[in-house]
């Protein structure tokens, strides 16, 4: 499947954190055309291993891991007239979900959408208040008795948009955090078919990453990797933003430097894109990447950790925008670096300290 088309396809189908079984079955099937085997843990990771070149039990093991759930709406009351109370699932800022259309994922799906007062019964102290959550409903259309037999407390809610193709390579939807980076993980699985690697390579789709990077927690622990790369999306440059706090887009992939990744990750990153001509730009981070990079990093004895991001705009609403040439070039970083480890690159990484 061509990437456009597969970030199109995941973009659009539900998976809020905690319930991404629907962009899981999607990712799992295009996982499996390029790795030797695929599976899901007890907490719903998609697994993928495409096994190197001295594949054993003491190969050398490099975990991708990009996160496919999506921050969304949760009924908490259905109310007198139908109407729906909503809180949410994962960080929503009230002000983006104004007039939008949303699916109700109860017995069905149902389309509704997020009322709002008109301007022209607004109280004049309304006028200048921001939007909180629990002034917020969803209007289904329906009567309460027919909105009872489909939707219960604790259904989950999503934003109904479509993915939008831009001008030149940029495009836009919902969920883009962070499934442009599922979509990397694939492309890079893609280029690795053409090049030759030593080392075990698990692809990790992980969830609810949203919440609290749970599933990048137990993956991580579970795959025990020698080495480990986040891919996710930093703030892309716009309007009203210093530029010192955005990376620009379709100037290349984001390569990120601090106390949460490992020197030697980041030093060889850097050199391979310089080394084969690859777009990039740094990042600084000097904290916990708020990724799920800080989760792999001190999982069981520690595992050396990079993390590779996609400049974005607009995160955290259903406009997300980037552009495909950055994912291109993200996965082909990716793939360079794994095929340019050597079973004996865990030595290195124990040497710089």
């Avoid at 716009?238 to 530029?243: A, H, K, R, S």
Wanted: net charge negative; aromatic share 4%; proline share 5%.
């Amino acid at each position: 499947m061509d990437i456009t088309e597969f970030l199109q396809k995941i973009s659009t189908t539900p998976g809020v954190s905690g319930y991404e079984d629907r962009v899981a079955e999607i990712v799992v099937e295009e996982f499996k055309k390029n790795s030797h085997q695929v599976r899901r843990d007890a907490l719903g990771n998609v697994i993928a291993l495409k096994k190197g070149l001295n594949s054993g039990p003491d190969s050398l093991k490099i975990m991708l891991a990009a996160h496919m759930d999506e921050i969304g709406l949760m009924v908490s009351k259905v109310e007198e007239g139908g109407f729906l109370r909503i809180s949410p699932v994962g960080g929503i800022d009230p002000r983006s979900l104004l007039n939008q259309e949303v699916l109700v994922h109860g017995k069905k799906d149902l389309p509704g959408v997020i009322g709002a007062k008109s301007p022209h019964i607004l109280e004049p102290d309304e006028m200048e208040k921001g939007v909180k959550m629990d002034k917020l409903y969803i209007d289904l259309g329906l009567s309460e008795a027919q909105v009872k037999e489909v939707v219960s407390v604790g259904d989950i809610i999503t934003i109904r948009r479509e993915f939008v193709r831009l001008g030149g390579q940029m495009a836009a939807g919902k969920a883009l955090d962070d499934r442009a980076g599922v979509a990397v993980v694939l492309q890079c699985l893609q280029e690795l078919q053409g090049l030759k690697h030593d080392a075990d390579v698990y692809a990790v789709a992980t969830v609810q990453e949203e919440v609290g990077v749970r599933g990048a927690i137990v993956s991580a622990y579970g795959v025990a990797p020698d080495m480990g790369i986040a891919i996710d999306v930093c703030h892309g440059d716009m309007p009203g933003v210093p530029e010192y706090r955005t990376s620009f887009l379709g100037k290349g992939t984001v390569i990120t430097t601090g106390p949460n990744i490992h020197p030697v990750i980041y030093k060889k990153l850097v050199e391979l894109a310089e080394e084969y001509r690859i777009p990039y730009q740094k990042d600084a981070a000097p904290g916990p990447t708020g990724t799920d990079a800080w989760a792999l990093q001190i999982s069981r004895e520690g595992i050396a950790t990079g993390l590779v991001s996609i400049p974005l705009r607009y995160m955290h609403t259903s406009v997300e925008l980037l552009s495909m040439e950055d994912i291109k070039h993200s996965a082909r970083l990716l793939a360079r670096f794994i095929a340019a480890q050597k079973q004996d690159g865990l030595k290195e990484l124990t040497e710089c300290f």
